[in-house]
């Protein structure tokens, strides 16, 4: 009998540390947060969610939004910094994110003119999100930067991601994976993820309608959005890939206007996966 329980016990503790904690990027509820923070906030405790990836306070008080975060047991993992003024004050990103008590800060954009990224966007880039990467290291925290499409334009025998991904020290940058900013320009996930096994750190999850055209620009319909399992960036395989490789936390993002709809649809997806 000692026997069977042991087992049932390490099959039990074993489940709970390969649960994966499935967060929620707060932009998919940009709109909601508008009009009712508090209640937005409680949307997502009723979902069973408890990490979250946003960055400032909707126009309440530090204090009173890191209430209300607690009240609802939300944990903010990483924030957002704008390309521009990390480049000219990393500090202020960094104590944003010790504030929050959050362990990334991520960029999601980086500047470029118009609708073409360039090598020297990534060269500047380059040294951007290494000076923050080191001052973010030597606070304790993490670099990220999100991928957006644009990067995987075509750069001598590879893309431009592939220039940022090898000019720069994974000891103070590494990647947050868009699954939906890879897939849009034309690249595929599983196969990204393999590659740079060790350079991504952050997942966000976003699934898109079949039949939607692909681009390079960065831009795509917010309405592309659909329940993850429903479109055709092929969830369940980057799931497992990036169990495998030991991706540490997972967002999901719903850009489009039916976000309250179908994160929790989404969510019962991951779950359900084996």
């Known amino acids: ?65 890191k209430k209300l975060l607690a009240q609802n047991g ?7 910094a704008n390309f521009d003024s990390l480049a000219a004050n990393p500090q202020a990103a960094v104590n944003e994110a010790k504030a929050f008590g959050a362990k990334y800060i991520v ?27 080191k001052l973010a290291k030597a606070n304790g925290l993490s670099f990220c930067y999100h991928t957006h499409g644009y990067e995987f334009r075509p750069y001598e025998n590879g893309t431009l991601f592939d220039y940022l991904v090898q000019h720069t ?27 740079y096994s060790n350079r991504f750190t952050l997942l966000h999850l976003k699934d898109r309608k079949p039949g939607t055209p692909d681009s390079q620009d960065g831009h795509a319909d917010e309405e592309s959005n659909v329940v993850l399992g429903q479109g055709d960036v092929n969830i369940a395989a980057i799931m497992q ?24 649809q989404s969510l019962a997806y991951l779950k359900d996966l084996k």
């Open 74 to 80: 939300l944990t903010m993992v990483g924030v957002a």
């Open 107 to 133: 960029c999601f954009w980086i500047s470029h003119n118009s609708d073409t990224f360039t090598i020297d966007d990534a060269k500047k880039a380059v040294d951007v999100f290494t000076a923050a990467g």
């Open 1 to 65: 009998m000692k026997s069977i329980i042991f087992v049932a016990l390490f099959f039990f503790t074993s489940q709970l540390l390969h649960a994966q904690e499935i967060g929620l990027e707060l932009y998919s509820l940009r709109n909601q947060f508008k009009t009712d923070v508090p209640g937005t906030l409680a949307t997502i405790k009723s979902w069973n969610v408890h990490e979250i990836e946003g960055g400032g306070t909707y126009g309440l008080p530090m204090d009173k939004y």
């Open 241 to 264: 890939e990036a169990k495998k490789i030991g991706v540490k936390h997972y967002f999901i993002e719903d850009e489009s206007s039916r976000s309250v709809e179908q994160v929790p």
């Open 169 to 195: 020290d994974p000891e103070y940058v590494n990647f947050e994976m868009d699954v939906f900013w890879v897939k849009q320009p034309g690249q595929d996930p599983v196969t990204l993820l393999k590659k």
